[in-house]
């Protein structure tokens, strides 16, 4: 998924909750753009998150797939710079 999809999909999530048709036209856009912001404020958040992966969800993920402490802190690491990468000028 590239980063403008992600911001589109996370933007016409949020639209969907609100309870707006993202489809819908507004000053001849789609609506779902009105929440671009909201959009790029959720994925910095989640970002920050994964970065910041507990020791206690990491130990849940060794636990779970059967790997080292290490291995669950690598992969939490790994999947942040994905994310980040993916989404550079949001994150920035």
Known sequence: MTQETLRE???RAICCASGCDPDAQHE???IW??????ADAAIATML?????LPNEM???IAKKHFVSFEV???IG???ATAFQQENSD???
């Open 28 to 30: 001849g856009s789609p």
């Open 72 to 74: 669950a802190k690598l």
């Open 48 to 52: 920050e998150r994964l970065r910041k």
């Open 90 to 92: 949001v994150s920035s």
């Open 33 to 38: 753009v009105d929440w671009i912001d909201e």
């Open 77 to 79: 690491r790994d999947l």
């Open 9 to 11: 999909a996370v933007a």
């Open 58 to 60: 990491a130990d849940s």
